[in-house]
């Protein structure tokens, strides 16, 4: 890589992994302050990862960020955003976790304006939340701690939602198993009244099992009652 | 209604605080009048929605708000990206802020971004360079433009003007307007062991668009680190009252963003400042 301006040296510098000789005297201070403004916002938006794997493991994946051309955002507060998206593609094993924590973030942060809007009455028709953030993990991420770095397999798949709540700005989280995860993509798509989706969602699956009506009842009613469902005019 | 009140700060003295976050309650909590304006960085609103535009929000009615950003990288040569300076335009439009001001360093490289504000070269080819970037943002934006003078802890051994000179020819170039940073003057007076008050008076002042005071620290080895987690010092105080007599009232800000003392404290630092300026403008 060649940098065409002198000052170019200087970000090549504070950022490579095997910097070279600095460009000019004291030029390993910034290098300091690059490398510690990454650390401490890394650790801000991980926390959770940063107990489980230490302080060491975050900074070594900081360093393969910086080495995969990371950050290239303008935005400081996005950095995370961009190293997640980064572990997620170089196959890190934990970017689950990452993940799980930065959903968080991304409802709170999401553009949508949502003042206006409110959760549908009994027979209206209802759609997810424009905020809410659905991804699946292979395994129960929620449940990993310094204790329990490593999740009982026998927990499966997990589909977890976040989103924010109009006005209050309330981030809320739910963790539902696949097929009630499946059953909400619907509603991601189309508003629908809770029986048209209950039936939809029903019809969807070759097998489903004793009890999946009940459990997809519930998850509407919790749903309703927290904003995750909320009424399509408002929406559109 | 946001650009009539922003016009109202030209029209006297005024003083602001850096709007931050960890400040934000104790500052709407503040005594009505207390400061005239807030300054926040585009960089940490631009796209959020949430907690943080209510924030914004919340800043927007209660005060002007003038936008000083961090990351337009203006001594680097990397393509600013179209789309985001169409964001920012429409955000610094909505904001109703009278200029935007960055900083006369280097971020970004290659897309790579430092998010660290590092020192130039000072050559003429770069002080060309800088002029013709800050002419472009400013078209793009819409906005009259100004630039900071960033403190440093090494020099490079390209450098071929010293600091005022650097400035003074970036700003003629182009233009633009100064944002006078006093506690960045007097850290690289500092470090670099010049007389602060000689380089301040071949600052081309008459540009300045907005002063901006800090506090900073003193490491052991003796080096000055541009911190704004300090108290101004007098010494900062008074490059103010010298200042004052060629720039005229423009908008003071203090900035703060460490060691965040109660709010009280940061509003003694304001009338500080008020008094100092009372002084220079209102004096017999």
Same mark, same amino acid.
């Given at each position: ?31 300091g ?25 975050l ?20 950095v ?8 997620s593609s ?9 993940n799980y ?19 549908p ?32 397999t026998?927990?499966?798949?997990q ?7 109009p ?21 991601g798509l ?21 009890g ?18 909320l ?6 | ?9 030209d029209?006297?003295l005024?003083?602001?605080?850096g ?6 309650e ?8 207390s ?18 535009r209510?924030?914004?929000?919340? @800043?927007?009615?209660?005060w002007?708000?003038?936008? #000083?950003?961090? !990351? ?5 040569? =990397?393509? $600013? &990206? ?27 490289a290659?897309?790579?971004?430092s ?9 003429m ?14 078209? @793009? ?7 900071? #003078?960033?403190? !440093?802890?090494?020099?490079?051994p390209? =450098?071929? $003007? &010293? ?28 470090n670099?062991?010049?007389d602060?008050?000689e ?40 490059l103010?009252a ?5 720039t ?13 003392p ?23």
């Amino acid at each position: 890589m060649g940098f065409s301006l002198p000052g170019e040296s200087l970000v090549r510098f504070v950022l490579d992994f095997d910097p070279g000789p600095p460009p000019f005297p004291r030029a390993d201070l910034y290098r300091g302050f690059t490398r510690k403004i990454h650390l401490d916002i890394l650790e801000v938006a991980f926390p959770r990862f940063r107990s489980v794997m230490g302080s060491a493991a975050l900074e070594e994946m900081m360093d393969s960020f910086f080495r995969s051309n990371g950050p290239q955002t303008l935005q400081y507060p996005c950095v995370p955003d961009e190293f997640l998206a980064w572990a997620s593609s170089s196959g890190c094993p934990d970017h689950d976790l990452l993940n799980y924590e930065r959903a968080a973030v991304r409802a709170e942060r999401h553009p949508a304006e949502l003042d206006h809007l409110r959760a549908p009455g009994e027979g209206e028709r209802g759609r997810l939340n424009p905020t809410i953030d659905v991804f699946v993990a292979e395994r129960a991420v929620h449940r990993i701690t310094p204790e329990t770095p490593q999740p009982p397999t026998s927990d499966g798949p997990q589909v977890y939602l976040c989103w924010r709540r109009p006005t209050t700005d309330e981030v809320a989280r739910q963790r539902v198993g696949p097929l009630l995860g499946r059953a909400l993509g619907i509603l991601g798509l189309k508003a629908l009244t809770r029986e048209a989706w209950l039936s939809r969602a029903l019809d969807a699956e070759s097998a489903a099992p004793a009890g999946a009506y009940e459990a997809l009842l519930e998850l509407h009613r919790d749903l309703v009652s927290r904003e995750g469902i909320l009424r399509p005019d408002d929406l559109d | 209604m946001q650009g009539a009140r922003i016009a109202d700060l030209d029209k006297g003295l005024s003083v602001g605080l850096g709007f931050r976050r960890a400040l934000a309650e104790s500052l709407f909590s503040a005594p009505s009048g207390s400061i005239d304006f807030v300054e926040l960085a585009p960089e940490n609103y631009l796209g959020f929605g949430g907690p943080r535009r209510r924030l914004l929000q919340k @800043a927007m009615a209660k005060w002007p708000v003038i936008a #000083h950003g961090l !990351a337009l990288s203006l001594g680097g040569d =990397d393509k $600013l &990206d179209p789309v985001y300076l169409e964001e920012l335009a429409q955000f610094l439009s909505d904001l109703g802020t009278p200029h935007y001001s960055d900083h006369l360093c280097i971020g970004s490289a290659h897309g790579r971004h430092s998010h660290e504000l590092l020192p130039l070269p000072r050559t003429m080819s770069c002080a060309r360079h800088c002029a013709e970037r800050v002419d472009g943002v400013s078209r @793009a934006l819409g906005l009259p433009m100004a630039v900071e #003078h960033v403190s !440093a802890y090494g020099s490079w051994p390209e =450098d071929e $003007l &010293d600091e005022a000179d650097f400035v003074t020819e970036v700003v003629e170039r182009s233009g633009c307007g100064l944002l006078l940073d006093l506690n960045n003057l007097y850290v690289n007076a500092r470090n670099f062991e010049f007389d602060p008050y000689e380089m301040l008076n071949r600052m081309p002042l008459e540009a300045t668009l907005q002063i901006h005071m800090a506090g900073h620290e003193r490491r052991p080895d003796g080096l000055r680190v541009d911190t704004h987690s300090e108290a101004i010092l007098d010494e900062v105080y008074a490059l103010l009252a010298e200042a004052l007599k060629r720039t005229g009232p423009v908008p003071i800000l203090i900035e703060r963003d460490g060691h965040f003392p109660p709010i009280e404290e940061l509003l003694v630092e304001v009338e500080q400042i008020r008094r100092i300026a009372n002084g220079v403008f209102f004096a017999g």
